[in-house]
């Protein structure tokens, strides 16, 4: 069973910066990409970041380039998303997720807030 579960998100300042983690089970975590994805207010859940499973090749949002940083230790099973310049416009729910046999599987989600 899949198991996703997200934790470090929290309450900063505009310009400050946040370590999200994701702790995965249930699947053979070193050959799946993983993804960040975000959902504000009242807008839709939008892709923030992914990382390829065995060279760690990663792709971004333009809106999170040169900010966040995806990375991911396979003997610890775990994904994270290094957040960095953050801006108000950052704040949403931050979602881990896998792919797996055509079933997008997501974690519970934690919350970022980004305000002075």
């Known amino acids: 069973q899949v198991q996703l579960v997200e934790s470090g998100g929290g309450l900063v300042q505009p310009g400050g910066s946040l370590r999200l983690s994701c702790a995965a089970s249930g699947f053979p975590f070193s050959s799946y990409v993983m993804s960040w994805y975000r959902q504000a207010p009242g807008k839709e859940r939008e892709l923030v970041a992914s990382?390829?499973?065995?060279?760690?090749?990663?792709t971004y949002a333009d809106s999170v380039k040169g900010r966040f940083t995806i990375s991911r230790d396979n003997g610890k099973k775990k994904v994270y998303l290094q957040m960095s310049s953050l801006k108000p416009e950052d704040t949403a729910v931050y979602y881990c997720?896998?792919?797996?046999?055509?079933?997008?599987?997501w974690g519970q989600g934690t919350q970022v807030t980004v305000s002075s």
């Open positions: 990382i390829s499973a065995i060279s760690s090749s990663t």
């Open positions: 997720s896998v792919l797996r046999s055509s079933t997008r599987y």
